[in-house]
């Protein structure tokens, strides 16, 4: 495929992926380390070389499937969660995974708070904890209407989706009462929320191959807007197949963002002009995880069986990968508004 006088580069493949369902996936902010979480209680980290090349650097485990992770800011540490109802945190430089947290059902997702010390985990026990690393015991909680789906924070803003399809924005110097609460634009279940890097407001993906794109203060409404995407035939068609929108990664640069789904497709957008800006061929299998490196010259995804489809819905022959692809400014860069 050509754009202008630029050519596609490939994709490339990271070695040595999970052998089960991938969950999460996770760039470093300081560093080219990249990690993912997998159903077969794993979490992998590899180094991304300059070429594209990848290089497995560390593994450890849970003592169930492993459901999200993320990098500390310094780049020194990575947290991750699991069904074992447990938050586990690997240390770089010591090449050792020690337990920090503690829920009374699977942890869903986790975000780093204020620095590197606090780590906020949500799980399916309808609870957020905050954790300070420097003591054995929660500083904090929050009691949720349900079970935590998704969770993502930037700057001061936290923002938790849960399985009733309520949504909670949080600000973090007071990050135990929601500043605002309010029903998910979208009418089916959420599958994940991503706050701007802008600040100031999230995109909300859902089973109905749909993003919402709201901003958190009322007063910018104006703003807030939903489009539908992820779906095979007409999309205002009765009888178009809907996917789940099961990733949402805003570019650490330009403020754009990725959209990766069930159907296997991925879509690059630009919000504020309300334009798709690059469609991709459909890969081989669903996207259950994606994120763009801290430079946003690399998106990677994972493709393996997200469970969309239930049990009867996975296939033996479907591979389970982690791939790369370069990104090239001008396919995320944002364009102006079209009359």
């Known amino acids: 495929m050509m754009l202008g006088n630029q050519p596609q580069p490939k994709d490339i493949e990271v070695t040595a992926p999970p052998t089960d369902g991938i969950s999460d996936l996770a760039f470093s902010k300081t560093s080219d380390l990249l990690a993912a979480t997998s159903w077969n209680n794993e979490v992998r ?42 938050g586990k945190l690997f240390d770089v430089t010591t090449g050792q995974a020690t337990q920090f947290a503690k829920h009374d059902a699977p942890i869903k997702s986790l975000r780093w708070i204020d620095g590197a010390n606090i780590v906020a985990t949500g799980s399916w026990d309808k609870t957020i904890k905050y954790w300070d690393l420097r003591g054995p015991s929660p500083v904090s909680s929050v009691a949720l209407n349900d079970r935590l789906y998704s969770m993502d924070a930037h700057g001061p803003l936290l923002v938790a989706a849960t399985a ?13 009462v929601p500043f605002r609460t309010m029903d998910s ?34 007063k910018d409404n104006q703003g807030n807007f939903s489009f539908k995407c992820h779906r095979e035939g007409a999309p205002a068609a009765r009888d178009s197949t809907v996917f789940a929108v099961n990733a949402i990664s805003f570019h650490p640069v330009f403020g754009t963002f990725a959209t990766a789904g069930s159907d296997g497709g991925i ?56 791939m790369l692809c370069p990104v090239l400014e001008s396919d995320i860069k944002p364009r102006k508004k079209t009359r």
């Open 45 to 86: 980290i590899w180094e991304i070389m300059g070429d594209g090349s990848s290089t497995a650097k560390a593994m450890y485990n849970h003592d169930a499937p492993a459901l999200c992770c993320q990098w500390s800011p310094d780049g020194g540490k990575l947290a991750s969660g699991g069904a074992d109802n447990a």
């Open 164 to 176: 009733d399809r309520n949504i909670s924005m949080f600000d973090m110097s007071n990050p135990t």
């Open 185 to 218: 634009p979208l009418k089916l279940q959420t599958r994940v929320v991503s706050c701007f890097t802008t600040g100031g407001g999230f995109a909300v993906g859902s089973i109905e191959g749909r993003v919402a794109i709201q901003y958190t203060d009322i």
């Open 267 to 322: 879509t690059f957008w630009d919000k504020d002009s309300k334009q798709k800006l690059k469609v991709f061929t459909k890969k081989a299998g669903p996207i259950p995880a994606a994120t763009f490196n801290r430079t946003g010259t690399i998106y990677a995804y994972a493709v393996s069986y997200d469970w969309s489809k239930g049990h009867s819905g996975a296939s033996p022959d479907l591979k389970n990968s982690i």
